[in-house]
């Protein structure tokens, strides 16, 4: 701030309408005219949008299955997962529907999980970001926020933490028969981009690799001791795997809640790309991943989407409940002006 001497020894702002706050402000004097049909009309498009949001989400179509241990193969699946760490690969178990009308398009293919605290601290802070954006540096000195998941046999992990080392591993194939009798065919499932675009093209980067190999990049560390294969290893594509695998970075953005669903995939290619058409279906579930331990369940969701996005209840149902306290609160203010209005008019009576 400026200050200038208007007199010897004296210092005061300059003379000006913003120092001297001399500026022009607006100060609005609230009314019952003004507040109450506020409040009435914020109400009524807060309960007007909520109907829409609630109305959208229910006429979402969803088809969940829990094959935590299901009868049928699924439990020899699961038994045989819970007993051995890391969990045999190759057992399957099938879950088979059948659909009497078209499932409305696009649809999605989620999995569940249940009673798995992915937002606690330690588990959230349990990775190395530098390392999983592809520095070298990093690459080979994971921080120490991924012990007990830093090191392995003396190498480096990579990637390093517990956010990796419980990566979700299950896979799933759906199967269509058009015509009772006949035989099943596979309905092509679309994995690509079910990442969010940030995470896949800014957060996660492969290191560099030497002479045209990922393999040697990640030369002299460790794979993550719950997997099955090193990074480089996820997927005969050399773009989704090793950082950008598109599984794995889905499972790197951590829930909020316990119980929460990640995109597995989505059904919108070739005669499914308007949706399922009516017929009988088997979903292929490779059962890896063992729940059992800590109480958890596994679900398989097919989901259709709205303009709202996937079903969720609770964002309508909270527009709802504030466009009501609204209007109540608008109706008990007017209530209370009419009756001070009546009494301040028979006050003046009374004094004429």
């Known amino acids: 701030m400026a200050w200038s001497a208007a007199s010897p020894g ?3 702002p300059d003379n000006t309408a913003f120092t001297q706050q001399r500026l022009p402000a607006w100060q609005p004097l609230l ?5 109450l049909p506020l409040f009435l009309c914020a109400g009524l498009a807060f309960i007007g949008l909520g109907l829409g949001l609630y109305y959208s989400s229910n006429g979402i179509k969803e088809l969940e299955y829990d094959y935590t241990g299901a009868p049928g193969n699924c439990s020899a699946c699961a038994a045989a997962a819970e007993r051995v760490a890391p969990p045999p690969a ?10 009497p009308e078209l499932f409305q398009g696009p649809v999605f293919l989620y999995y569940e999980l249940s009673n798995f605290y992915q937002n606690y601290r330690r588990y959230v802070v349990s990775r190395d970001d530098e390392q999983l954006s592809g520095l070298a540096g990093a690459l080979r000195h994971p921080a120490n926020e991924c012990a007990p998941y830093q090191l392995s046999g ?16 299950d896979s799933f194939r759906l199967l269509h028969r058009r015509l009772p009798g006949g035989a099943y065919a596979e309905v092509p499932l679309d994995r690509a981009a079910i990442a969010w675009w940030t995470d896949y093209h800014v957060k996660f980067r492969n290191p560099q690799p030497v002479n045209g190999s990922l393999r040697l990049a990640f030369r002299g560390t460790a794979k993550p ?3 099955p294969r090193p990074a480089y290893a996820l997927s005969p594509d050399p773009n989704n795997t090793g950082f950008v695998n598109q599984d794995f970075v ?22 499914y790309s308007a949706g399922l058409p009516r017929g009988a279906y088997c979903l292929s579930i490779t059962y890896n991943y063992p729940v059992l331990a800590f109480g958890g369940r596994k679900r398989v969701i097919l989901s259709s ?4 996005g996937g079903k969720n209840p609770f964002l309508g149902i909270a527009y709802l409940a504030f466009g009501s306290l609204c209007v ?7 209530v209370v002006y009419i009756r001070h209005q009546d009494e301040n008019g028979r006050g003046d009576e009374e004094d004429d």
């Open 225 to 227: 001791p719950n997997w």
């Open 328 to 334: 109540v609160t608008g109706l008990v203010m007017l």
């Open 250 to 271: 889905v499972w790197m953005r951590t829930a909020a809640l316990p119980t929460f669903r990640k995109l597995y995939a989505r059904v919108r290619r070739g005669d």
């Open 90 to 99: 190759g057992c399957r178990c099938r879950w088979c529907f059948s659909l």
């Open 305 to 308: 989407v709205s303009w709202m």
């Open 154 to 169: 003396g190498l480096p992990v990579a990637p390093c933490g517990a956010i990796a080392n419980s990566l979700f591993n």
């Open 31 to 35: 009314s019952a005219g003004i507040v």
């Open 10 to 12: 004296a210092r005061q």
